[in-house]
């Protein structure tokens, strides 16, 4: 299994502004995985995110709306930019475990844009 | 695009029922999972099933895979108030693409 932890937990955002928000996991990971989950929606799936190299997005997702650093093993943020209400979700950041597609979870991070 | 149907979305029902939750798709997947998500959490893993026919039991949890290994099921037995959440399936792609794809959830809510 993985702890991952995410920060924030959550926030309330003014139109325009952009917010970075923070993962780390306990232990050392190749893929890790930003997923958007919309109020009363389920999962989708953002971007993949390699140490040592670009993010892999989404159809409908962008490098420069999600831009995503990953500078090791433990640690990726993911940039909210240019918000709007639209981009009111829960970001969520996971990992795999097990060696068999098992996906372990952040509690996610509430983000409200006004 | 493989798509994931869960069925019903929204479920309310008195402790001690039974109920019956449906993850079906036309696409083959290599496996499949069941994922449980409570308010302010990140989804949690309850279950992964792999063979076409399969069924685990997670205590009053039971699990299906379908034989064409397509659909799954979610059957859960006297439920309780500590049953409520989001129920989520995913799917592994067949051909290895390390990407799961969700089903809708079903929202569950069990009332005492």
């Known amino acids: 299994s993985a702890v991952i932890s995410q920060k924030p937990s959550r926030d309330i955002c003014q139109r325009g502004t952009s917010l970075t928000i923070q993962c780390q996991v306990d232990?050392?990971?190749?893929?890790m995985f930003w997923y958007r989950q919309q109020p009363g929606q389920s999962l989708t799936l953002i971007a993949t995110a390699n140490q040592g190299s670009e993010a892999t997005y989404e159809s409908g997702f962008v490098i420069d709306k999600f831009p995503i650093s990953r500078p090791n093993l433990t640690f990726s943020t993911l940039t909210v930019s240019n918000m709007s209400p639209e981009d009111s979700s829960i970001y969520l950041c996971s990992v795999e475990g097990g060696g068999t597609g098992e996906l372990f979870f952040g509690e996610g991070s509430r983000l409200t844009v006004l | 695009t493989q798509l994931l149907e869960q069925s019903p979305q929204f479920l309310s029902i008195q402790e001690g029922e039974n109920l019956t939750v449906y993850c079906n798709s036309s696409s083959v997947f290599s496996s499949l999972q069941w994922y449980r998500q409570e308010p302010g959490e990140g989804p949690v893993l309850l279950v992964t099933?792999?063979?076409?026919?399969e069924v685990k039991k997670l205590k009053r949890l039971t699990f299906q895979f379908g034989d064409a290994r397509k659909d799954s099921s979610l059957h859960i037995t006297a439920a309780q108030p500590g049953d409520t959440g989001l129920y989520l399936c995913a799917g592994e792609d067949e051909r290895g693409a390390q990407k799961l794809v969700f089903g809708q959830g079903t929202r569950l809510t069990i009332n005492p």
């Open positions: 099933v792999v063979t076409g026919g």
């Open positions: 232990s050392q990971v190749t893929m």
